[in-house]
T-cell receptor
């Protein structure tokens, strides 16, 4: 039973570029949440998708957007990248009432 | 808004001994969930233990147990018989249930635990 999978594992971009990160949820899960984790800090909630709609959003600017597909997989898009966007981006999947299970994350570095 | 505080940035314990990691939280909610997650250097966030606020009994998972004090808004994690593989960052997290979809997690800043051989 595959867990949560994220791609790519590591990405290097320059300021002003755009990036797309991908997440496939654990089998049986229909909800996907995205978190940003700066070095040495706890993860911060970006947004959550359920039934292909954004259901909740954290305190992140509109440069951060997402999408959920009919097979429950999800993408996180970040436009106009800033140096401060360098972080580990974690995807978590869950069922409606279950605990969230995390992927290995995508390490995004902005030069 | 909910907040989660982990005031100890680092702890160290000898292998086979017991260690307790502290966490406090602030909320006006009566029904919620609390979690401890472990993040080893491999960076995957792994669920260690979960506690429902409406349950008075403290959760236990093998060597891991919690001391949940609802009135004090305290949620500590006890690791018994510490093993080298327990070396990791540990995060305390809060979740307020919502109707419909699963809700967001609010994390503390984490604590780095080192297990010494």
């Amino acid at each position: 039973d595959a867990g949560v999978t994220q791609s790519p594992t590591h990405l290097i971009k320059t300021r002003g570029q755009q990036v797309t990160l991908r997440c496939s949820p654990k089998s049986g899960h229909d909800t996907v949440s995205w978190y940003q984790q700066a070095l040495g800090q706890g993860p911060q909630f970006i947004f959550q998708y359920y039934e292909e709609e954004e259901r909740q959003r954290g305190n992140f600017p509109d440069r951060f957007s997402g999408h959920q597909f009919p097979n429950y997989s999800s993408e996180l898009n970040v436009n106009a990248l800033l140096l401060g966007d360098s972080a580990l981006y974690l995807c978590a999947s869950s069922s409606r009432t279950g605990a969230q299970h995390f992927g290995d994350g995508t390490r995004l570095s902005i030069l | 808004a909910q907040t989660v505080t982990q005031s100890q940035p680092e702890m160290s314990v000898q292998e086979a001994e017991t260690v307790t990691l502290s966490c406090t939280y602030d909320t006006s909610e009566n029904n919620y969930y609390l979690f401890w997650y472990k993040q080893p250097p491999s960076r995957q966030m792994i669920l260690v233990i979960r506690q429902e606020a409406y349950k008075q009994q403290n959760a236990t998972e093998n060597r891991f147990s919690v001391n949940f004090q609802k009135a004090a808004k305290s949620f500590s994690l006890k690791i018994s018989d510490s093993q080298l593989g327990d070396t990791a960052m540990y995060f305390c997290a809060f979740m307020k249930p919502s109707t419909g979809a699963n809700s967001k997690l609010t994390f503390g800043k984490g604590i780095t635990l080192s297990v010494r051989p």
